[in-house]
């Protein structure tokens, strides 16, 4: 683009030196001005209230009172960018033919004018650009990446935001361009003067104008995104110590208030304003581009959330992409990302049939849930003496997630972010190996940015997998690829040990109400995605059912520990392991065969190969094979039916037993009128 069509911004000399602060430890008390009075300092956010002290908030307000030409609080008090920063904008074209648009009469939903309702409550004029948007030259610039923005501003002891007012309306355009921007009402022909919302290159242009005018305070203590400065505090309390020359007022809060009125006094050296009513003067949360970033790390905006539990059930592709794009937004909160929403972009494929059902209702519910939790990442520190940073990647045929980790003061290790990404139908057909190695490069790809050059621990729970990144031998020309990539990064690669649950969690876990049983339990058992049942109290039928084998456990427990009884805990997995092998009388086999379907094998089965119940060895074709796993499946079902008819002869046998044993204490049954004796409590 010609260098004369649109100048590039100027940097003047200040009229102070910035870093020479005006600011006394021992400000004056708050007198109101004309401008700055009570009531308006009132519209200023220092949520939550009370966590200043009086003379901390006076000394902000002093600021407020230093800056006062900085702050709007009203249309007729914004400001407009100096001609000495930036001359009158001038929109770039190519060589077109002029357009005209006649007023004629159409339905007032298309008129190239129109006035929406923001959510202030005040109006906004819309202007339809799209005739000079298709001849401007476009602007390759681009806001920041949202992910490094908040990775920036998490972790700080306290925050402010300033949100330029109308930041289109205070740059001027150039007298050449305003024919461009005319629009014909019943007053006649009128032009806009300022900077249009919705042009071409209107964000581009005032995102690259706001980092060029407050560079020096970029990134350390500020951070832009378009029209909105967040201003970053110290990243940390300093133990809340406070300063000598005035107790009340804490380092921090007092460094904060030095950096406030420096960036406040850039601003209005170059003739900006910012809105009074959306000035976060110090917090210690900021909700900016719908997250919350606070000392502790980032979380997602309420607001962000009521959007995602409130979308309602899509009914055509379009809305399913809608909900996946809303939900990608916050993708770094999420665990399981990419595995958890695999069925809905399945169904926003081409070739896939619209039918909405319940595993696309259920993948809804689920990523509303997530989202719904308390999930707050933790911001990565990269200062030595900081602990480790530690990446754990797991792979399936669908998805490859991980989650990015940092130890904190205690040794524990802390969320930094979760990240996944989702297969394709070629690479879902890998084998497991393949994929675990296709699953870390991706992996590695994306967090390329915030891993490069550091060091850190990569976990996996693939042990051949270390050998293949360690030791390459090159089997095919992806897998070489992909340790090529791998092994640019460095890292020290640990075999994370995993349980493997080849037959999952229980379906039904049946407990008494014991106090033990109440919260922790009972979240736990449904977050395994079983069903809690408990018992009804003083119900014999049904607390026998659980009750009566722990007789049994507690004696076999103290004969084994003796006097000593604190080693129950290392003879409680022997006794569990022998209950469920060991056969019962009223079913005639044990609980590890109805459930597996085959006896238990033991060291002794193994010694005398009495395990071998089919013979193997014999077994040559692939027809054998499958027959003899049919034999093993279908003696599952036939053992569940002959312990059924076990059980029900047995509780017939203890019925009979019981009514024999306790015949002379059965009665009659109770008729009106017989005499009975009242328990009586008193």
Known sequence: MPQDLNPPLEKPELSRDPYETPLSSNPPLFIEKLKVTEERISMINFVPSGWLSEEETNSLKYVILLREKTIAFCEEERGVLKHSYGKPYKISVISHETWQKKPIPIPKSILPQFIELKPNGKLRIVHDLQDLNKVTINNAGLPPNVDELLRAFSGRACYGLGDIMGVYDERELDINTIPLNTFEKPLGRLPLT????GATNSVAFSQAQMTWILQEEIPEHLGIFIDEGGIKGPRSTYQHKRLKENRPIRRFVWKYAVTLERILFRIEEEGLTISGSKFACCVLELDIVGHVVLLGGRKISKQKINKIENWPRPT????VRGFLGLCAYVRMLIKYFSQVSAPLRRLTREDVFWKWDEKYEEACIKLRKIVGEEITLKRLNYEKGSGKIKLAIDSSYIA??????????????????YESVTFSQ???KYSQLKLELCGVARILKRLQTILWGKHFELQVDAKALIEIINTPCLPNAPMTRWVAFIQLFSFDLVHKLEWICRYGAPKQVTVDGGAEFVKEVQEEVKRAGSRIRITTPYYPEAQGMVERGHK??????????GENGSKWKEYLPTLALED??????????SPFELHVGKQAVLPID???NTYLAIEWNKISTTEELL??????ISAKEETKLKAEDNLRDSRKKSVQYLDKKMAHKLRNPLQPGDLVLVYNKT
């Not at 055509?316 to 809305?319: D, G, R, S």
């Not at 469920?580 to 086999?589: A, E």
């Open 552 to 561: 049994r456990f507690k004696d076999a427990l103290v004969k084994m520990c």
């Open 606 to 608: 193994i010694e005398k």
């Open 316 to 319: 055509a592709k379009k809305e």
């Open 194 to 197: 300022r900077l249009p919302q």
């Open 580 to 589: 469920r092998i060991l056969v019962k009388r009223t079913t005639g086999y």
């Open 400 to 417: 490859a997630g991980a989650v990015l980790m940092k130890e904190d003061e205690n040794g524990k290790d802390r969320p930094v972010l």
């Open 426 to 428: 070629l690479e879902s």
């Open 627 to 632: 027959e003899a796993r049919a034999i093993h």
